[in-house]
């Protein structure tokens, strides 16, 4: 094996002779500067901040053209404008990048440091299932429902808003929560690790401007909650019953029982989540080469 491997590496530095001085340092540096691009761009197609991306990139062209055609006044005025904008960009992307620096912390990076018990696939299995029987009878009751299904973002100081609770997944007690006359039934339940550790609790609203305006708070708040973390939110509507779910700031809304049984377990029951694998190092560097798009919008 290492002899053919030599035999490779002699082929390529003979037949292409710049790969000569490429070092393993260069090959580490493309895969960063790779999937810090992609990352960026993906933010910006799943937010508004995209046409503002748009805009940057007209700038840019804008800029090329001045100085490519001796411009010089026009040219110097875009070069002001772009020398000032750093500040501008920090404004307007505040959201953006607030939330790239919440996962950092609370995501990947902590989990390094922290011992974690391995999640149990059948507390898991049964949250789902005992989740869409009751989701079933509420879409039919028309009860309204929030619940929060945590990953790797930790989120307690969302639990902290409501009442800890410490119990399994059972479609009556999601039922009885969910009551309109019960206490808690206004805000949401948080599930980690396939059991029931807050209700009651308040979500952060999406600060998305361009949302329909015919969903309420809880969609609101579903969709805002999928912004700031890594978690699955699947709401009941208690005007029309229909059942949604928000994922990375995305709402899928109108879900029939048995797709939001298969979206749980695809999102909740799979070896290893998408945004894992997008900070593991040898995706990132395989990303270098090759990296399909494995994410669809609604």
């Given at each position: ?6 035999t ?13 001085t ?31 991306l ?32 750093i ?154 019953g ?15 029982p048995?797709?939001?049984e298969?979206?749980l ?20 560097l ?13």
């Open positions: 094996m290492a002899v053919l491997l030599e490779i590496i002699s082929f390529i530095q003979e037949e292409i002779p710049f790969m000569s490429i070092r393993i340092s260069d090959l580490i540096d493309i895969g960063i500067l790779t999937f810090a691009i992609y990352q960026l761009m993906w933010i910006m197609r799943k937010s508004s901040s995209g046409r503002v748009k805009g940057i990139l007209v700038l840019i062209v804008a800029m090329w053209l001045a100085s490519a055609i001796h411009l010089t006044a026009t040219s110097w005025v875009l070069n002001y404008v772009v020398e000032q904008g500040v501008v960009l920090v404004i307007l992307f505040q959201p953006e990048i607030r939330r790239a620096l919440e996962r950092m912390g609370s995501g990947k990076l902590s989990s390094m440091f922290s011992s974690q018990r391995p999640v149990s696939l059948h507390d898991m299995e049964t949250a789902i299932r005992e989740t869409v029987e009751a989701y079933t009878s509420m879409s039919k009751d028309k009860v309204g429902a929030l619940m929060v299904f945590e990953r790797k973002n930790l989120l307690d100081d969302v639990i902290k808003t409501g009442t800890p609770l410490d119990c399994s997944v059972s479609s009556e007690l999601l039922k009885n929560l969910f009551w309109n006359k019960a206490p808690l039934h206004d805000g949401a339940v948080i599930v980690r690790e396939g059991r029931i550790v807050g209700a009651g609790c308040m979500l952060p609203l999406s600060g998305n401007v361009n949302l329909s305006r015919d969903l309420g708070m809880r969609h609101r708040a579903g969709i805002g909650m999928s912004e700031h973390s890594d978690a699955v939110v699947v709401i009941v509507s208690e005007e029309t229909s059942i949604s779910a928000a994922m990375g700031g995305m709402l899928k809304r109108h879900l029939a048995e797709t939001l298969r979206l377990r695809n999102e909740l029951l799979s070896d290893q989540p998408e945004e894992e694998k997008n900070l593991n190092l040898g995706s990132l395989s990303g270098v080469f090759s990296r399909g798009k494995k994410e669809g919008d609604e």
